[in-house]
Structures are given as C-alpha cells and as structure tokens.
C-alpha cells in the first residue's frame, strides 16, 4: 500500500516540529453482511473502507488525525496537519530498520471475498431452518452472516513496516419464541480469525438449535431468585465473567490513569491461588487472536495472574513508553479512525482439576450458569455485572429448575479471592468487546467454577 | 475535502440506473471532527479528522441490494454501485421495497453555528481545561482525571434518489463532558458530565466538572443494602437507558415481525396515566435534529404514547408501505454505512409537574438510582432486565447514604405501569431526554 521508504518520509513529517514516537496506520478493508429475519433475506451488505490514520506522542500528549484520502499526498497532508500539535523534542534522526517476525501466522484458506454471496446466503438459510424445526414454538428468527477482510500497513519511527491480513468469519443468530403472553429469545454465535474454513468444522445447525431451545425452554422458566447465593459457572457458559471482573482492569491504560482496583499490584496476590488468567492472541482461529495487533507490534501469550498472584498488565505502545518497558501486543484499534488503546485479545481462566460436575453436587443450593450474557464493570472500584442467558437453580447439588432475568453483580478483585473451585474443562465464546467507543473482536473462557456468593439480581415475590 | 455530494449522488444514481436498476438512492455524508481531551491541565489526546463516504440502496424486481464506500475516487464509486445491483440478486423479493417520493419543503432548522468553526482551538482546549479545573475546585477529593473533553463536529448530509430527491444540508454541534474519580480513605467512586450543544456558547464548562464532581463525591462512602422491595427513582440520565430498551419496541418493523411487547396495543394502555412518550425529529435545539431523515422522508414529531395509551409506532418508507401509512420520518443511518432502519430521533418522556425536590420528600424508604451497569444486557423483546445499579439511599424524603453493589430487575412493561411520579426537571443526553422518573415498588437485590 506504501514503500517503507514512502512511509519514512510520512513518519519524518509527522515528526518534523518535535514529538518523540510517530505511527501510520493504513488500512483498506471490504466487508459483507447478510441478515435474514422472517425467513427472507432483508439485506445484503458490501462495503469498502479506505483510510488513514497518524499519531505523534509528545510526551503525555498524543496528536491524532485521519482521512480517507490515502494518496501520497494525502498521507503528506495529513503528517502535516497531526506535525503542528507536536512539540518537544525537535528532528526525527533517521529512522531505523526493526523487523519482529510474529509469533505465529493464520493461514486463512478460503478467502470469503472468494466465496460467492449464494454460499453464503445458503448457510444463512440452513441455519434458519434449523432454529424453526427445532420447536413449533419458534416463531421468529433473525440470523446474521458477516466477514471482513481486513489489510493494513503499520508502519512506526522505531522502524517497524508491518503488512498484515485480517479475516474474520462470523454468524449470530437470534430465536424468538411464543406461547400465550409470553416471548422470550435465545442467541448464539460463533466466529473466529477465519475465512470460509471455519463452516468445515463447525456446525452452524447445532448454533442453531441451541438459540432456539434456550428461547423455548425460557417460555417456562420462573423469574431468578433475588440476593446473595453461591454461585456455579459452567465451563461451557463463556467468559464474560473473567472478562469483566479482571480484564478491563488489567489494561494498561486504566492502570496508568489509576481508574483500575488492580492498580500497583504486581507481584501481590489478587486472585485465589486456583486462578490463573491469560491473555493470548496466538491461539489459531481464535475471535481475538492476531498475527500483529495493530500498533506491529507481534501478538503475544501473556499471564496475567499465575496462581492467584498478579503478574502484568496488557500493554499498548503509549502505555509501554510510560513505563520504559516494551508493548505485550495489545494494542488494538477499530479502525483507522480510532487511535489505539490497550486492549483484550483471547482471555480466559486456565484450567483446574476439579470435575466439572462434581463441582455442581458439592453445591447444596445457588444458581448454575450455563450460558453467559454480556456484561459491563466500573474498573475503578471493580464492580462488575453480566448477563445470565441460562440459568438454573441448584437444589442439593441437583440441577433443578431453569430461572430467567436473572444479573450477576459483584466486586471483582473479591469474587476472583473467594473462587473455591475451579473444573478441568473449558469453553471459548466470542464477543465484540467495547470501550472508549471502539468495539474490538475478542474471545473469552473459563473452566467451571465456583464462587461462594455473589448477587444475583432477581425478583422478590410480592408479600 | 470540498466534495460536491449533490454530483456525487446524482452520477452514482444515473450509473445504478444504467446497470438496470429500476430505483437507486445514494446517501452520502462528509464531515469533519475535533476532540480534545485534557488530563492534569495537559493536552492528552487530539484528534482532528476528516471523512467522507457513500452507502447506495439500488431495487431491481423487488429485490433491493446495498454497498457502501469510503473510498470517493473512481475505484470506489466504480465498487458501489455494480456491487449494489449484485447484492440485490441475493436478497428476496420484497414489494415493499420502495424510496419515498420527493416533498415540497423541508422545516427550516437552524442547526450550523458558525462559532463552532470559527472559533480557535486554542480556546476550545481552554474550555476543556477549564472543566478540569471547575471539577477539582468543586472539592478537593476530586483527584483524577479520566478525562475532561471538547469535542465538535461540522457535517454535510446529502440525499439522491432516483425519484427526484436531491437534497443537502449542513450542520455543526460541539459537546463537553467530564469524566472524574473521587478518592477517600482508600476508596474509589467515579462521576461524570455531559453537555451536547448546537451553539458553542451554550456549552458551560463549570457546569460540566461540577456535575462530574458531584456525582463522583457524593458516591464516596457506599454501601450494600439487604434485599427488599421499595421506591426507586430514575435520575434523568438511568430513565433515558431504560428508554432505550423500549425504543425497539416502538418500531413497526418490531411490531411486523412479532417482536414487540406493544404490538395490537394501539389505543390501550400500556403505561402510568403520566406516562407520554415522543419522538421528535425536528426539535429546536436538537442535537441531532435534521430536516429529514435517512431517506429523504421530512422529520417531525410522533407522539407514541400520550398519557398512558398507546398512540402508535415509528416508521420508515418500508413499513409505512407494508401498513399502507405514512412513514413517520425515522428512517435513520448510523452513517453512510448501513441501510436506513427504524431508529428514534430526539426521543424522551415529557416533563411531568412535579418539582424533582418534591418527588424525592414523599419516600418513606427508597433508592435513587444514579447509575446502572450491563443495561445493554436487557431484552428489549421479552422486556425483562436485570442490572447492577448504584445511587443513594432516601429515608423520609432524604438522601442517608451511598449505595453499590444491588441489583434491580424486572420487565419494561411492568416498570412504565408502576410509575407515580414524573419529575418537571428535563435533561437531554444527545439524542434521549427524561425528567426525574419514581417507580412506586420494585425488588431491589443486595446482601
């Protein structure tokens, strides 16, 4: 898209009235999404985005800008107009030759761009007409098909020119069911930094009929009990919880800004020694995964908490300038509009060794969480909540009735002490994270685990 | 980028048409954005930006097809308009798959200041400073800054289509908003305000770090509660989220499609007798207030529910012609990247009588809920919600103490029937407004 030497040129521009760090970030990318709802395909979605964005640090202080207007003359312009808000430091010495071989490559093998709409319309359909013959109850289905296609050239005055390519594959779909009065809805998804290959393996007609059972089976649950209850999550109910309680505060910039409870804790112990959570982009196929994140910076495995005891952060370029101390691989960004910040890639809570259901028939009574919802916390004192998509009451270490509405709120450093059992299994769900306004693909996961008591959001009976 | 999106339109219209399209309409936006964020009296981050783009609906058959480009150079427009008629191969057949015809006149809005433009950035970094320092003068366990920011935006929307729509329009809002975290005794709260304006001397920089200030200290000292049922009252800011799980219910697409709670409800009532709900596309003031909407379609005002009863749903073309009614002029884009679908405009509750001061002196034991987390998680087709909330404790008409760390949970429907109390204060949050709103009982989950 731009020579490395082009790039030079643009970067010394960026630099010319002072700043120590300048960055491009060239991006072209072109998209399809496909929508199907009352068993019609509504819309059929091609776009293409061309765009530029540039960065000097200054200090404490960034200048950003972008354009749509990629010429070599734009990209000038625009070094210039992001040059005037530098300071600081004047006259970037030439820039050197840094190349980082990333730690693994995705190998996309059917390029979506390659597939043809129809073969794309057909898996929406088959999914459809799964979630319909499901259960007669099933009386609306939406289903989503969406692929990017992404390219970009990052290129920065340390010296890293990176060309990368992003693919992601992903369907989503949403059952409604009816009886009487009653709707209720169930969703499930999947996706992964994939091409077409991801439908070899995957089965989209069982996605399908798990959103439609878990609409139809809500139709007869009871509200969630209300208050404060031990509490069971499923190894296959996703990871929203690990993803909120420790994720967001683990990111640099929270850190830095002291908006994070987990602040200046390195080294100490935050989490029950059974909990050890990782970051990492390098797991093949992964929603979250990347080759570079998008600052060129190769993308990483990283312990977070090893055994209960905090042991780093996740760090974006700026962040790891502050500190003197190298990027983890996580800085991230929307698009060429948005600058980048640190953010989560695949995360999880690594396995234990306990059994999954011997974990449920140790519990004399609580909530089994069985599917997650999203979720939102205030990382400055560390609550937390997610959603429960399934849940199900445990009476004497049985799995009894289904429950539904039903929140999970907590603190997040407490909940991650109190952690008594952590199962041997562990299920990934995808997710478009979002912060600062920029939603980011990520993948989360757990094992299964217990947590003494938590608050569970329900409804009381009227006395 | 001085782009004549008027040409623009019209070339791309004429190039769908000749590929064989029996209707094409090209929706194309250009803009420019400034942000500003300060953190200890420092420039932390700006931002200046240009962009540009255009999302083509093309109908063939019945079928309709849509791409859009970011990309204004030949290659691009070339990519959008063969892409848009290959889409429409793909989708189904579907006669309501019309673009509205062209109308007289638009309501005339005032919606650029030139201010906006004019006015230097070295003052507008001087504003967002100034929140900062009005923040941190408010009280002195003010400590940090996440962030105290200006921010503007000057745009052109343009609207061709090949019935004769061709029309264009500019306008230019700036906000402010503060976001703060209060520290005490070890202890963390945060707090946050916001102005969004379409006149740059409307925006009141100390009202901004005082209302972030405020809203950080008085969390300073929270508290769980046991699990029981009481009064809650929505501050404006948590009643416009709950808007928002309503809004999709008022689409009539939602209702079409079996997907919402309203639907047949038309003349019933669906809420308290103080209950009235509008949406208003053209208010004065509005920052997002437009002529039209996403489509070309004039945008007025809807009144959907009028004392308690339901008066009706929000429209585009599309399901204005699968209802044989006029479309109510909320047929809304994100941006030039998306298809025109129902969305609400400048959408709120009506101020109700009552003095918000007063509204709170009538509860025995309540509590005033000043923020909810994971809102994003309620249903908006089955009602139900459930979310973590935070605020302040009331005995006897006064506040007691902070409270975090509950949970309320419950169904939309429920919740619009148990309001007895709507506050005369009215606050809008960009495109949502709501006064002070009391819910008479509600279960409210803690220890």
């Known amino acids: 898209m731009v020579s490395r030497e082009d790039a030079n040129r643009i970067l010394k521009i960026a630099l010319q009235n002072g700043g120590n760090f300048a960055d491009i970030f060239v991006e072209r990318k072109r998209n399809v999404s496909i929508s199907l709802e009352a068993g019609k395909i509504e819309r059929v979605n091609s776009g293409l985005d061309v765009g530029a964005g540039i960065r000097v640090i200054s200090g404490d202080s960034t200048s950003f800008a972008h354009t749509n207007d990629v010429t070599l003359k734009g990209l000038e312009a625009l070094a210039d107009i992001v040059s005037k808000a530098a300071k600081g430091h004047n006259g970037q010495k030439d820039i050197p030759v840094i190349d980082r071989p990333a730690n693994w490559r995705p190998d996309f093998k059917k390029k979506p761009g390659s597939v043809p709409t129809e073969a794309k319309v057909a898996l929406v359909e088959k999914m459809d007409k799964a979630a319909r013959s499901a259960d007669p109850r099933i009386k609306q289905v939406a289903v989503g098909y969406g692929d990017v296609e992404q390219d970009v050239l990052i290129a920065n005055s340390d010296g890293v020119y990176v060309e990368d390519q992003r693919v992601r594959t992903r369907m989503v779909i949403n059952a409604v069911a009816q009886e009487g009065d009653a709707i209720q809805t169930g969703f499930d998804s999947l996706g992964g930094l994939q091409g077409f290959e991801i439908f070899d393996t995957a089965n989209v007609e069982e996605t399908a009929r798990n959103a439609a059972k878990r609409a139809v089976a809500l139709l007869s649950a009871k509200p969630a009990p209300a208050g404060r209850m031990p509490v069971v999550m499923a190894g296959e109910a996703g990871g929203t919880m690990v993803h909120e309680a420790c994720g967001h505060g683990l990111e640099a910039d929270l850190v830095q800004k002291k908006l994070s409870v987990y602040g200046g804790k390195v080294g100490e112990k935050v989490a029950s020694e059974l909990i050890t959570v990782i970051d990492d982009a390098t797991i093949p196929g992964k929603y979250g995964s990347l080759a570079y994140d998008d600052e060129g910076t190769p993308g990483e495995k990283s312990v977070l908490i090893e055994k209960g005891v905090l042991k780093s952060y996740m760090y974006d370029k700026l962040t790891a300038i502050k500190e003197k101390r190298e990027s983890n691989g996580n800085g991230r960004r929307q698009s060429y509009q948005d600058r980048p910040i640190p953010r989560m890639t695949n995360t999880y809570i690594a396995s234990g060794e306990s059994d999954p259901e011997e974990i449920i028939r140790d519990t004399k009574s609580g909530l089994l969480v069985k599917k997650m919802g999203g979720g939102q916390v205030n990382t400055t004192n560390g609550d937390f909540v997610f959603d429960v998509a399934e849940g199900y009451l445990i009476e004497d270490g049985q799995v009894g009735a289904l429950v539904r509405g039903a929140t999970l709120t907590g603190n997040g450093p407490k909940v991650l002490q109190i952690v008594d059992r952590v199962g041997n299994d562990l299920g990934f769900a995808i997710g478009t994270c979002g912060k600062d306004g920029q939603g980011a693909p990520v993948s989360d996961a757990q094992p299964t685990i217990r947590i003494p008591e938590m608050v569970v959001g329900g409804i009381l009976d009227e006395d | 980028m001085a782009f004549d999106l008027l040409k ?3 070339d791309t219209v004429s190039r769908a048409l000749k590929l064989g399209a029996s209707a094409a309409e090209s929706f194309l936006v250009s803009d420019r954005e400034l942000s500003i964020e300060v953190a200890n009296q420092e420039v932390e981050t700006m931002k200046v930006a240009e962009s540009a783009g255009l999302g083509m609906r093309v109908f063939k058959d019945g079928r309709m097809g849509f791409a859009y480009t970011a990309d204004l150079s030949k290659t691009g427009l070339d990519f959008v308009a063969a892409q848009a008629m290959e889409n429409a191969k793909r989708s189904a057949v579907d006669e309501h798959n019309v673009l509205p015809e062209p109308v007289g006149n638009y309501t005339s809005l005032d919606l650029f200041d030139p201010e906006i433009d004019k006015t230097p950035v070295e003052t507008k970094i001087s504003l967002a400073k100034e929140i900062e320092r009005q923040a941190r003068q408010y009280d002195k366990r003010v400590t940090i800054t996440e962030r105290c920011a200006y921010q503007d935006s000057t745009y052109r929307v343009a609207i061709v289509n090949s019935h004769g729509i061709s029309e264009e329009y500019k306008g230019a809002y700036c906000g402010a908003y503060s976001f703060l975290v209060a520290e005490e005794n070890d202890e963390q709260q945060t707090g946050f305000g916001m102005q969004y304006r379409l006149k740059y001397n409307q925006l009141n920089p100390k009202e901004v770090g005082h209302e972030g200030a405020e809203k950080a200290v008085r969390m300073l000292g929270a508290k769980e509660i046991s699990t029981q049922r009481a009064t809650v009252v929505l501050d404006p800011y948590v009643a416009t989220n709950f808007l928002g799980v309503i809004a999709p219910a008022l689409s009539a697409e939602s209702v079409q499609k079996g997907k919402s709670l309203f639907a047949g409800k038309v003349g019933q009532a669906v809420g308290a007798r103080l209950l009235t709900i509008i949406d208003d596309g053209a208010m004065k003031g509005g920052v997002i207030s437009a002529p039209m909407d996403g489509e070309g379609v004039p945008a007025g005002k809807t009144v959907l529910i009028d004392k308690g009863d339901l008066q009706g749903f929000l429209h585009n ?11 109510t002029g909320n047929g809304t884009r994100g941006s030039f990247k998306g298809t025109p679908e129902i969305g609400t ?39 139900d919600f459930s979310v973590g909330a935070s605020g302040l404790w009331i005995e006897n008409g006064k506040f007691t103490h902070p409270v975090r760390g509950v949970a309320i949970a419950g169904n939309v429907m429920d919740l619009l029937k148990s309001i007895d109390c709507i506050g005369s204060d009215m606050t809008f949050f960009v495109g949502k407004g709501s006064p002070t709103v009391r819910i008479a009982r509600m279960t409210i989950s803690g220890a």
């Not at chain 2, 073309?317 to 479309?327: E, H, I, L, N, P």
């Not at chain 2, 007063?358 to 994971?374: P, Q, R, S």
């Open chain 2, 8 to 10: 623009l339109g019209d």
């Open chain 2, 317 to 327: 073309t599309y399901t204005a012609a699968k209802d044989g009614v006029a479309s």
């Open chain 2, 345 to 383: 405009t400048n959408f709120y509750i009506a101020p109700g009588e009552t003095p918000r001061d007063k509204l709170l002196a009538e509860i025995d034991k309540g509590l005033y809920i000043t923020e909810v987390m994971g809102m994003h998680t309620a249903n908006p087709i089955s009602g």
